[in-house]
């Protein structure tokens, strides 16, 4: 299936969950950063589109600079698109944050794109010295300021989150002349109309429920920039999965290790415990893309002709699941499922646009 916006381009995204070894025991987070750089190693080799680095501030995620990372990646990988998912903007500067993905870019021979969002998490905040009871006018404020810097002009700029810059060029130049950059949205139309607004790319971030439920903030997001007479631009998906042998042996190897993650996360945020029947109905009817490669690539398939999108990201790592088994699930997603999943898209007409 191609459109005007071409191709379905696919990745695989990871935050650098501490993994476990093979006594059990938490991988020591050196040794999770470089497993991170192989994984991402293996993802060039067998032809994925692109790789992104999410950005944490706590114990069980080893990343916390994802441009050093894939600063890594980049010497070691040839084709594959370098990305965060997502880069914190609002407790970063984003003079910075445009200056280490413009060098990031350069070294990569134009291969960086960057995400920009809010994030899952606060611990960025205190950290770096920021008020969550600014949490909104600084993810506005910091957005904005980015995107007068990506027109690589010299920017004028004034707002009540940093200092004001006055005609200030800011360098390195990008050899495109601008960085690609989409927006994170977790499912607020605000943020939907936002993306548009700016005219970025937008990524949605489905880590639960049918995927059709966002089919509303699709719509939105072209309506939208319709309306303010701006081109068509993509639309990607995040969301978890793993790929296995069989069925039967995903659910099994990822099953543990996801509850894990979602039962750590969930005690933070309220939610009860994850039980194996909640876990095999998202796997059945939900976001979790967990199976052999002829069931993933069918859910990827049908979720990308649903929504009518141009990127699916694949988020491979879960809590303490091994790194073994994370490079089986990539090789497999790279060399059986995207192929199958072309294939699938090929037999089916493109999404009416709306």
């Known amino acids: 299936m191609t459109d005007e916006l071409g191709a379905v381009r696919f990745g695989i995204d990871t935050f650098g969950d ?25 993802a060039d080799q067998v032809g994925l589109d692109a790789v992104g680095i999410g950005e944490h501030h706590r114990p069980d995620f080893a990343v ?11 010497a070691r990988t040839t084709r594959i ?7 914190v903007l609002s407790s970063d500067d984003p003079v910075r944050v445009f200056q280490r993905f413009a060098t990031l870019d350069a070294i990569s021979d134009g291969r960086a794109e960057i995400t920009l969002g809010r994030g899952s998490f606060t611990e960025s905040f205190p950290l770096f010295g920021y008020d969550l009871s600014q949490y909104e006018t600084l993810f506005t404020e910091k957005l904005d300021l980015f995107v007068h810097l990506r ?7 004034s707002g009540t989150v940093r200092a004001p810059l006055n005609d200030q060029e800011v360098f390195p130049h990008t050899a495109s002349g601008a960085l690609p950059t989409w927006i994170g949205v977790g499912g607020s139309p605000e943020s939907v109309v936002r993306a548009a607004r700016y005219g970025l790319p937008m990524m949605l971030a489905i880590i639960g429920g049918a995927p059709e439920r966002f089919q509303p903030y699709v719509e ?19 969301s978890p ?12 190897e990822y099953f543990a290790d996801y509850k894990a993650m979602r039962d ?42 649903l929504l009518g999108v141009q990127r699916f990201d694949l988020k491979y790592s879960a809590g303490p699941l091994p790194h073994a088994t994370m490079m089986r699930g990539i090789e497999r997603y790279g060399t059986q499922v995207v192929p199958r999943v072309r294939e699938l898209l090929a037999e089916q007409p493109p999404p009416i646009a709306v």
Do not use: C, N
């Open 18 to 42: 501490v993994t476990r070894g093979d006594d059990g025991a938490p991988t020591p987070q050196p040794q999770v950063l470089r497993d991170v750089v192989a994984e991402a190693v293996l």
């Open 64 to 74: 916390t600079a994802p441009d050093v990372v894939l600063a890594a990646i980049a």
């Open 81 to 87: 698109a370098l990305g965060s998912a997502v880069t």
């Open 151 to 157: 027109s690589e002009r010299p920017v004028t700029w």
């Open 220 to 238: 939105l997001y072209r309506r939208a920039l319709g309306q303010l007479e701006l081109p068509a631009l993509p639309v990607g998906v995040h």
């Open 241 to 252: 999965g793993h790929v296995g042998a069989t069925d039967e042996e995903a659910r099994e």
């Open 264 to 305: 750590r996360i969930g005690r933070d945020r309220g939610w009860p415990p994850m039980s194996r029947h909640e876990f095999e109905s998202e796997v059945e009817h939900g976001s979790l893309y967990v199976g052999s490669p002829e069931t993933v690539a069918a859910k990827i398939a049908r979720t990308v002709a």
